[in-house]
């Protein structure tokens, strides 16, 4: 009995020597994480006498907290929101930021390229400027009467059509401002509102601009606007058809499609196009019922709105190689009957001439 319990011994013996070897202080698989605190200090790198030494710098400096032009949070729970992303055109450059109720549109381009692009938006869709201060990075419009909001037609039928002179004597103006930033440009649009009097409306120095616009919504949907013009190019002088000569060609040409169908060609870009056909609409008598700039349609009134057999029409302004093509149509997919598409683009040809 002693004997085996003798043999039992030495493995466990040989079983804790073995441990030490392997993992004890001397062993080949040991803790090494205390060994910085063997380490010795050696001494810095001496530069030859025929040399120079440059003093090394942080490539990102972290500023002081307290000092400069930035947030400082009070606690961990005292944090600023990100800035959120309403709209963006990757290709153009152009980004709509938003914070609560305030935005403010982002543009990679100069201010002084783009201040003639934003006025022609403006002057080009009815709102004519009557402050222009470069210097300053400033432009207003002038007082306007805004037309009644249709909810049914949506809150942006046409930025031409949606100002008008009439008998309500509330008017509205509009402030934009330039500011550079890391290479670009932020435009801030402000809003005002008043009401005309026995006196005359303020003059543009005696305007009383508060920090946030009276009507956030309706900016909004100028920003948009502004956004999906820039986005388009604007007015690229050099390239746009508005620079060119057109004394030689015509305005615009009826034609027909691959299909036999009727259309109006129009030589010009297609801001400037957009807006001829709206005024063309007008002159014509051919009402609207709401439009969608983006989609480039104009969607038209029925004859006779009782008439549920009267199909409403559609009129499509979309870019093709040969200019800006006008096409009446029922839908996307189906395109009105010849000579009805001929009766509305002759009487949008006599308004446009």
């Given at each position: 009995m002693q004997s085996f319990r003798l043999i039992?011994?030495?493995?466990?013996?040989?079983?804790?020597?073995?441990?030490?070897?392997?993992?004890g202080e001397e062993g080949h698989f040991r803790e090494r994480a205390m060994d910085y605190k063997r380490a010795d200090s050696i001494a810095p790198l001496s530069v030859p006498d025929d040399m120079q030494s440059k003093e090394l710098k942080q490539r990102y400096p972290i500023p002081a907290v307290g000092k400069g032009n930035f947030y400082v949070p009070k606690d961990s729970d005292d944090l600023p929101k990100p800035q959120a992303l309403v709209n963006v055109n990757e290709d153009a450059g152009v980004e709509l930021r938003g914070d609560d109720d305030r935005h403010w549109l982002v543009v990679n381009q100069?201010?002084?390229?783009?201040?003639?692009?934003?006025?022609?938006?403006?002057?080009?869709?009815?709102?004519m400027v009557d402050v222009e201060n470069a210097d300053q990075g400033v432009m207003e419009t002038r007082w306007l009467k805004p037309r009644p909001r249709e909810e049914e037609q949506g809150f942006?039928?046409?930025?031409?059509?949606?100002?008008?002179?009439?008998?309500?004597?509330?008017?509205?103006?509009?402030?934009?401002?330039?500011?550079?930033?890391?290479?670009?440009?932020?435009?801030?649009?402000?809003?005002?509102?008043?009401?005309?009097?026995?006196?005359?409306?303020?003059?543009?120095?005696?305007?009383?601009?508060?920090?946030?616009?009276?009507?956030?919504?309706?900016?909004?949907?100028?920003?948009?606007?502004?956004l999906d013009f820039l986005g388009e190019g604007g007015r690229r002088v050099g390239?746009?058809?508005?620079?060119?000569d057109l004394t030689a060609l015509p305005k615009f040409v009826m034609t027909w499609d691959g299909n036999g169908y009727p259309v109006l060609v129009i030589n010009q870009d297609f801001n400037r196009a957009w807006?001829?056909?709206?005024?063309?609409?007008?002159?014509?008598?051919?009402?609207?019922?709401?439009?969608?700039?983006?989609?480039?349609i104009y969607y038209l009134r029925k004859n006779d709105p009782s008439d549920d057999e009267e199909k409403p029409l559609q009129l499509r302004v979309a870019r093709s190689e040969s200019g800006i093509q006008v096409s009446v149509q029922y839908d996307d997919d189906t395109l009105a009957p010849k000579e009805e598409s001929a009766a509305v683009l002759n009487r949008l040809r006599e308004g446009l001439e």
């Open positions: 039992a011994l030495v493995p466990l013996c040989l079983g804790l020597m073995g441990c030490s070897y392997l993992f100069p201010a002084d390229r783009l201040w003639p692009q934003v006025k022609e938006f403006l002057v080009s869709n009815g709102l942006w039928a046409g930025v031409w059509d949606f100002f008008s002179w009439g008998e309500d004597n509330v008017r509205e103006r509009f402030r934009l401002t330039f500011k550079p930033e890391a290479g670009g440009t932020v435009i801030d649009i402000n809003h005002v509102q008043t009401r005309k009097g026995e006196d005359a409306l303020p003059q543009a120095a005696d305007v009383d601009w508060s920090d946030e616009p009276e009507d956030p919504e309706l900016v909004l949907i100028l920003y948009n606007e502004l390239f746009s058809v508005l620079s060119q807006q001829d056909v709206g005024l063309a609409l007008s002159k014509a008598r051919i009402e609207v019922e709401d439009l969608d700039r983006s989609l480039g």
